[in-house]
Every structure is written in C-alpha cells, then in structure tokens.
T-cell receptor, first 117, second 115 residues
Framework: DVKVTQSSRYLVKRTGEKVFLECVQD?????MFWYRQDPGLGLRLIYF???????EKGDIPEGYSVSREKKERFSLILESASTNQTSMYLC????????????????FGEGSRLTVL | AQTVTQSQPEMSVQEAETVTLSCTYD???????LFWYKQPPSRQMILVIR??????QNATENRFSVNFQKAAKSFSLKISDSQLGDAAMYFC????????????FGKGITLSVRP
C-alpha cells in the first residue's frame, strides 16, 4: 500500500515563526502536492511538484514556499506564519499519469493541523 | 478554469438506505477524469471511485456507484445499503487529461448515517 506520511499531526506556532511541514511518500511517485483544507472551502492547492527540484504554484501560493530535494520528500514552508494560515494541511502524491495507465489519482497523508496564535 | 460544485453541504441517511450525493463540474475539455474521495473523521482521505470521461459505462465499486451524465456535466455518487462507517466528508474532484494536470476539488459534503 502507498504510504504518505506527514511529520506532524498537530502544531501550534506563533505569528511570525517559520514553519516547516514535511511529507514523505514511499511509493516512488513522481508527483507530490500540498493542499489546504478549510471548512466551507474544500481543498485548495498550494503548490505541487512533478519532479525533484521542480515546483509549480497552485491556486493559493501566497505566503508559502516548497522544497523538493529528494523524490520521496516534499516540504511546505511558511516563512512567517500568520493567523490566517491556521488550517489543515494535506499532502498527497500520485504517479505520473500516462495515456494508457493510471488516472493520476491522489494518495493522501493524514493531515497536519496547524494553529497560528 | 475548471470548477467543481457540490451544492449540498450536508446530508443524512438512514442505515441500510440509499443516498445520492450530487456534483456538477464545468469544463471545455473532452479528456478528463472524475473522482469521489471520502474523508472519515480524523482520518486520511481515500479514493472511493473514479470515472474516465471517455467511458460510457458508469463506474461501480461494491456499494458505491456513479451516475455520470457527460452532457449535463453531472457526476453523482450513489451509496447503497448505507453503513455507519460511511459517515464522512465526501469530495468530488476533477482532473483534465494529460500530464502534470492537477485535481480540482469541490467544497465537500458531510454525510451522516443514522442508526
């Protein structure tokens, strides 16, 4: 089974702190994603990466950055945390979709609930 | 831009009954995929069912089936013989065909199951 592991389930940080959220997947997936989940807003894509050292902005990249130095690891960085970044953060991975094979379905981690005070 | 709409924020179903969750999407693409994901309380999100747009036949997975109406851009999920473990948040999602395309999610619907 695919396993996507997020390093912290719950974090409490102060405004202005630098925050690192780590995600590791063990199935050699090319694609990795960071989503933010808020009540009434669903999942919104922050950043994604389809290869090592590659990154693409999602729908709400402001205030975030990412790092992908190794294929299995994708980190989300909040350079200076703010209270409006209090949220559930979901990491996901997927195989690189091809014409005949997989549909690019996502495999999710358990989520990291971040509270910024 | 593609959008996915789940207009009902909450639904409730009696155990053993059938419930249908609605989803509509907007796209100009002809090659795309649709998904339903389930997120149980405090647990990770998992894929329930997927549908390729080029397939005429509606996908089924045990008690879960979809009603895919391509012309109407509708993709509803039917859960038969509902069980207590079906209580969760359900998200509809869309991905256009091709590499490096991302999933777009609806806002989700919270399903409760009454014993």
């Amino acid at each position: 089974d695919v396993k996507v592991t997020q390093s912290s389930r719950y974090l409490v940080k102060r405004t202005g702190e630098k925050v690192f959220l780590e995600c590791v997947q063990d199935m050699d997936h090319e694609n990795m994603f960071w989503y933010r989940q808020d009540p009434g807003l669903g999942l919104r894509l922050i950043y994604f990466s389809y290869d090592v050292k590659m990154k693409e902005k999602g729908d709400i990249p402001e205030g975030y950055s990412v790092s992908r130095e190794k294929k299995e690891r994708f980190s989300l960085i909040l350079e200076s945390a703010s209270t409006n970044q209090t949220s559930m953060y979901l990491c996901a991975s997927s195989l690189y979709p091809t014409a005949s094979s997989n549909t690019g379905e996502l495999f999710f981690g358990e989520g990291s609930r971040l509270t910024v005070l | 831009a593609q959008t996915v709409t789940q207009s009902q924020p909450e639904m409730s179903v009696q155990e053993a009954e059938t419930v249908t969750l609605s989803c509509t999407y907007d796209t100009s693409e002809s090659d795309y995929y649709l998904f339903w994901y389930k997120q149980p309380p405090s647990r990770q999100m998992i894929l329930v069912i997927r549908q390729e747009a080029y397939k005429q036949q509606n996908a089924t997975e045990n008690r879960f089936s979809v009603n895919f109406q391509k012309a109407a851009k509708s993709f509803s999920l039917k859960i038969s013989d509902s069980q207590l473990g079906d209580a969760a948040m359900y998200f509809c999602a869309y991905r256009r065909g091709g590499a490096n395309s991302k999933l777009t999610f609806g806002k989700g619907i919270t399903l409760s199951v009454r014993p």
